[in-house]
């Protein structure tokens, strides 16, 4: 990368390489904008950890998570995206020449589209973080074969996400309970009648976990029901949770409107308050939490941040 000043300025900096940063990345390529993608881990963001995407427009069969992320990465850099691995730091606002700190350097930016999108929730119990790697996975794409046909494992939550865990992960272990704090999911009914459907899939209902227990590895689960607090144990050699994310936003508190989870405001421009920086994706708040939506939200951004730079 060039050291000058002037090769530091961009008029748009993107931060957040997902669907929403990679789309907005996109549109402002093709508008002719100098624009700047900044990603700190990997191209494609939560999307590459799914397995089979198949609610998104035009791949009828589906498509994996990573093949998706490249195919559009592909298409944006393709029109003269410029790409950065690092991680965004700090931002000091200020109007058509806000800073964006890097680990890789510092950069000036007319505007700036934050698609920075959330990371895993965690059940914040005893023993999760001491197994991580060991049992403890928020991802059954990239663990889930690690486990054989005599082994249990555990999904936690009743969403898309822990009923698509549930099915994959049938496919490799003898058993999979899926714990739930509800009575009921809140999966789509698609995915719900499939996991329903395996046999390998049982559910346990009303229950919640309090602790991760083990040696060199997860052995067993502590499970606490919330309607009579009755306490059961229940033999795993792997957890996989899955109980929804929250927003990499911290950065933003105190420069930007939050919600109170952290997620950011905008309207339906994807416009925050602070003029010529905008919000795409699932950091955004309300948003959808899809890879369609968040696509959606990050055109939204760079059609708005091309508004804001012809004036």
């Known amino acids: 990368m060039k050291g ?11 931060i957040g390489g997902g669907p929403a940063g990679l789309t907005a990345g996109l549109y402002c390529a093709r508008s002719r904008f100098d624009a700047l993608l900044i990603e700190e881990a990997v191209i494609g963001g939560q999307i590459t950890y799914a397995e089979q995407v198949e609610n998104y427009p035009g791949f009828p069969a ?4 990573i093949e998706l992320a490249k195919l559009i990465h592909q298409q944006a850099t393709g029109y003269g995206l410029e790409l950065l691995l690092a991680e965004a730091t700090s931002v000091v606002p200020d109007h058509r020449h806000n800073l964006v700190s890097t680990s890789e350097g510092d950069f000036i930016a007319e505007s ?12 914040g119990v005893p023993g999760e973080d001491k197994f991580v790697g060991r049992g403890v996975s928020y991802c059954a794409t990239c663990d889930g074969p690690l486990f054989n046909k005599d ?28 714990v739930h704090r509800r009575n009921q ?17 049982e559910f346990i209902w009303d229950t919640i976990v309090t602790q991760i227990e083990g040696d060199a590895a997860v052995r067993q689960l502590l499970l606490r029901n919330t309607k009579d607090a009755k306490i059961s144990m229940l033999e795993a050699a792997g957890i996989f949770v899955a109980i929804g994310s929250k927003p990499n936003s911290a950065q933003w508190r105190g420069l930007l409107p939050l919600d109170e989870e952290g997620y950011i405001v905008t309207n339906e421009l994807m416009e925050t308050k602070v003029p010529g920086i905008f919000a795409a994706g699932d950091v955004r708040h309300n948003s959808a939490r899809q890879a369609i939506t968040a696509a959606g939200d990050g055109a939204t951004a760079a059609i708005s941040a091309a508004k804001f730079l012809s004036f």
């Open 151 to 178: 082994q249990t494992v555990a999904v936690i939550g009743g969403g898309d996400t822990a009923m698509s865990e549930a099915i994959y992960l049938s496919k490799f272990a003898s058993s999979v309970k899926v």
């Open 112 to 123: 700036i589209i934050v698609a920075s999108g959330s990371k895993f929730r965690k059940l």
């Open 185 to 201: 999911l809140r999966a789509s009914k698609v995915l719900q009648e499939r996991a329903m459907a395996e046999p390998k899939i």
């Open 4 to 14: 000058s000043n002037s090769s530091r300025s961009h008029q748009v900096v993107i």
């Open 62 to 65: 589906g498509i994996s998570g």
